[in-house]
């Protein structure tokens, strides 16, 4: 794989992960609530869950994608549900919530992985770009193992780069939400953000 052919798919992965989505909207929601470290977290998931895809696209996604077709619908739904779940305990939190700036809820952080790990796996978007366009822009069936060990560390910069940065950018924010008042706002908001996210994914097709 030469520089440019590295360098558009950076890029490419960069505007993806930078795209509002399903996995965005869980970043920002657990690091606003439960710490910039929940953020990361779950952002380290969805790092693994590309790095599987990958691995897959190497060895032949389109096939085994094919053949699991009901295994990743089944881990849409499981991600839907834990989502929705996530999403009503922040809302009955809002009350009882600490409410002073940088304390913040107690977030598993292996929960948190789960959590992106989970969405990742079961979005459909990713799994398209992974079964067809990663394909387009590599020649998968001229690829060294220098090239491999580089398409992953792409991948782990880019993407885990960009949701980093959505974990610090949104736990610097809620410190201008230090009233009781604006943390349950904040709270409720992203509550219901996390359980429609879950919702969409256990209705769509």
Do not use: C, Q
Not at 3 to 10: D, F, G, I, P, V
Not at 102 to 129: M, P, Q, W
Request: aromatic share 8%; proline share 2%.
């Amino acid at each position: 794989m030469n520089l440019t052919a590295a360098l558009s798919l950076s890029l490419i992965m960069v505007t993806l992960a930078a795209i509002p989505s399903a996995s965005v909207a869980l970043v920002v929601v657990r690091s606003a609530t439960g710490g910039v470290r929940s953020g990361l977290a779950v952002a380290a998931g969805i790092v693994v869950a590309d790095l599987l895809f990958v691995a897959l696209a190497i060895t032949g996604m389109s096939v085994i994608a094919e053949a699991l077709g009901s295994f990743f619908a089944v881990l849409r739904y499981a991600a839907g549900v834990y989502l929705i779940w996530l999403g009503v305990h922040l809302i009955r939190s809002r009350r009882t919530a600490p409410s002073i700036p940088g304390v913040a809820l107690k977030h598993s952080t292996a929960g948190s992985f789960l959590a992106g790990f989970l969405l990742t796996l079961g979005d459909l978007k990713a799994i398209l770009f992974y079964a067809s366009l990663f394909p387009a822009l590599l020649d998968l069936t001229k690829i060294s193992l220098a090239d491999g060990l580089l398409i992953v560390f792409v991948t782990a910069v880019t993407v885990g780069g960009t949701k980093a940065f959505y974990a610090v950018a949104a736990r610097r924010l809620v410190h201008r939400f230090h009233t009781p008042e604006r943390s349950a706002l904040l709270r409720t908001s992203g509550g219901f953000l996390l359980a429609g996210t879950g919702t969409y994914l256990v209705l769509k097709t």
